[in-house]
């Protein structure tokens, strides 16, 4: 069931009878609703207010209701249009649905059919925004706050996803496990604000060394994870050298935007299904590359060894 919303009307028409007469009905029905004699004292309103649904008389002096909702789709694209037209003008109702307009009404106006009429477009305009709404808190769910990049449970997702799309088919891909290299002693010595501006400025480095069809996620802390469709080990090594060449070679600024310094990652791969073919056989293996590549020295990449 979609949250009750106290919708936003306007009604344009140069019509003063016509105009008090929906305006009485609307706000009767308990609609907040204001209106306008022309087009364009209407666009002003529009430009200012915000609006769930207009409600426009076609033919006025000056801008008339096709120009007017060309105009307002130009500021404002989601809000709802129904056209008022004459019993023998359906010919421009029709032109104004084509442009967009949900419905239309005749007048003289049948007030029963107007309130069924108005009280669909409503409910599509609360569907439509319910709609936005979960989208934005689904991405929100997704996403890491700080890097912007997928977050550590949406990875896991991700991950038996490709597993089960690339087994199917079959094909390899790659999983890279990058670590940066020490980053508690950055911290200390910058700040956690710098730090969190390193972490920034590192997700952005990995993003730009990457395909679009990559899907960068922050594993925890200075730990990123980098799933590499379609991609087998020789190509996933050298996506793996270039993302530690432009982490190297990052601009790192601190919360003043000043440059501060340059820091280094170590990174582990790990191809599917030569280095493992579960979620957790292939993290592990790309967990114990990664360690590889500290132990031998850090700020390199090491491939994992292929499953006995």
Same mark, same amino acid.
């Given at each position: 069931m979609t949250r009750q919303h106290k919708a936003n009307i306007l009604v344009v028409d140069d019509e003063e009878v016509s105009r008090s007469l929906l305006n009485d009905f609307l706000s009767d029905i308990g609609y907040r609703v204001q209106t306008a004699e022309n087009g364009e004292i209407a666009l002003n309103i529009a430009?200012?207010?915000?609006?769930?649904?207009?409600?426009?008389?076609?033919?006025?002096p000056g801008m008339t209701g096709l120009e007017l909702i060309r105009s307002v789709r130009q500021i404002n694209d989601e809000v709802c249009f129904i056209v008022i037209t004459g019993y023998s003008s359906?010919?421009?109702?029709?032109?104004?649905?084509?442009e967009g307009a949900y419905d239309y009404i005749s007048k003289p106006y049948n007030l029963d059919e107007m309130k069924i009429i108005i009280e669909r477009a409503i409910e599509r305009q609360n569907l439509l925004r319910d709609s936005k709404e979960k989208e934005y808190y689904r991405e929100l769910s997704i996403l890491d706050g700080l890097t912007q990049v997928y977050n550590h449970r949406y990875f896991h997702e991700l991950l038996v996803r490709e597993i089960n799309r690339s087994a199917r088919y079959p094909?390899?891909?790659?999983?890279?496990?990058?670590?940066?290299?020490n980053f508690k002693g950055f911290n200390d010595s910058y700040g956690h604000l710098s730090g969190d501006c390193a972490l920034r400025e590192v997700a952005q480095?990995?993003?730009?060394?990457?395909?679009?069809?990559?899907?960068?996620?922050?594993?925890?802390?200075?730990?990123?994870?980098?799933?590499?469709?379609?991609? @087998?080990?020789?190509?996933?090594?050298?996506?793996?050298?270039?993302?530690? %060449? #432009?982490?190297?070679? /990052?601009?790192?600024?601190?919360?003043?935007?000043?440059?501060?310094?340059?820091?280094?990652?170590?990174?582990?791969?790990?191809?599917?299904?030569? @280095?493992?073919?579960?979620?957790?056989?292939?993290?592990?293996?790309?967990? %114990? #590359?990664?360690?590889? /590549?500290?132990?031998?020295?850090?700020?390199?990449?090491?491939?994992?060894q292929p499953k006995q």
């Open positions: 430009k200012t207010n915000p609006l769930d649904l207009i409600i426009t008389d076609m033919r006025m359906i010919e421009t109702a029709i032109a104004a649905i084509r094909q390899a891909f790659s999983l890279m496990m990058l670590d940066l290299d480095s990995i993003i730009n060394s990457l395909r679009r069809v990559d899907l960068v996620c922050r594993y925890g802390g200075e730990e990123f994870v980098v799933i590499m469709p379609q991609t @087998n080990k020789d190509g996933g090594k050298i996506t793996c050298e270039r993302v530690r %060449v #432009a982490i190297e070679a /990052a601009s790192i600024k601190d919360d003043k935007g000043d440059e501060i310094g340059k820091i280094t990652a170590s990174i582990g791969l790990a191809t599917f299904p030569e @280095n493992g073919q579960t979620k957790e056989s292939l993290i592990k293996s790309a967990d %114990v #590359a990664l360690y590889e /590549a500290k132990k031998q020295g850090k700020n390199r990449v090491c491939v994992a």
